[in-house]
């Protein structure tokens, strides 16, 4: 995540200072500034900010914040996860034609059985059986079993 701000910072302030955390509290507009200290809950300790940001993401075992100058102020905040993939973004991307008409089917009906899918796909029972638990696997369908047969529902 990116925090973009017009302004450089002050000229008496460096990066190497914010990531030291030696920043003196210095408000632009000191008028402003006073004012909202003042008003309860936005100003309750001046100066704190930066240190509260590399304390926390230090408790989160995050990485610290990087600061950057370039024709505005910005702050950038990594997490730890690496890219997303496609498939752990949307497992649905996993599924192949068969296993997306039996999602269409149970979205319509709101569930179905081994037979039912065999029925809407033409797949054998053994492809059944592997299409509808690669699905639960995937966290797509939950099960339920009666005594006549297990029923597939969506979660």
Not at 64 to 74: A, G, K, R, T, Y
Request: net charge negative; proline share 6%; glycine share 6%.
């Amino acid at each position: 995540m990116e925090i973009r701000s017009p302004g450089l910072l002050l000229p008496s302030i460096t990066l190497e200072d914010l990531r030291q955390m030696r920043v003196p509290s210095l408000p632009r507009n000191t008028l402003l500034a006073q004012f909202l200290r003042e008003l309860p809950g936005y100003m309750e300790r001046v100066g704190s900010g930066i240190r509260l940001m590399i304390n926390e993401m230090h408790e989160l075992d995050l990485p610290e914040p990087e600061f950057v100058e370039q024709h505005e102020f910005i702050v950038i905040f990594r997490n730890n996860c690496s890219t997303l993939t496609e498939d752990e973004v949307n497992p649905q991307s996993k599924l192949n034609e068969r296993q997306l008409t039996g999602l269409k089917l149970i979205q319509a009906q709101g569930s179905l059985n081994n037979s039912e899918y065999r029925e809407a796909t033409g797949a054998t029972e053994r492809t059944a059986l592997r299409d509808l638990a690669d699905m639960v696997e995937l966290g797509l369908l939950i099960t339920k079993v009666s005594k006549r047969s297990q029923r597939y529902y969506l979660p």
